[in-house]
Nanobody, 115 residues
Framework: QVQLVESGGGLVQAGGSLRLSCAASGIIFSNNAMGWYRQAPGKQRELVAVLTSSGNTNYADSVKGRFTISRDNAKNTVALQMNSLKPEDTAVYYC?????????WGKGTLVTVSS
């Protein structure tokens, strides 16, 4: 059974930093694509950052230069380092893993940025 569990969310003041982590069980990371998405209240889920199977990274324009996605295959984790946080970054953050034709999602972790 594949399970993704996010952690690291919380309340932070604007300008602060958080590091989210996504741990996978039931599956072994290799060079599969991984991503972080977020969903703010009343809005659709949106892409935040992607780490492709070839090792390339893509970021939403709104987080470029502030967020960094990385993976640790030995620990079966993917992380999202978030710096210079803004109130508009407030959302539930979800981890996604792509294995073949199947997408796996975590249940999310809440990030709240106060002004």
């Amino acid at each position: 059974q594949v399970q993704l569990v996010e952690s690291g969310g919380g309340l932070v003041q604007a300008g602060g930093s958080l590091r989210l982590s996504c741990a996978a069980s039931g599956i072994i990371f290799s060079n599969n694509a991984m991503g972080w998405y977020r969903q703010a209240p009343g809005k659709q889920r949106e892409l935040v950052a992607v780490l492709t199977s070839s090792g390339n990274t893509n970021y939403a324009d709104s987080v470029k230069g502030r967020f960094t996605i990385s993976r640790d295959n030995a620990k079966n984790t993917v992380a999202l380092q978030m710096n210079s946080l803004k109130p508009e970054d407030t959302a539930v953050y979800y981890c996604k893993a792509v294995f073949g034709a199947v997408d796996y999602w975590g249940k999310g972790t809440l990030v709240t940025v106060s002004s």
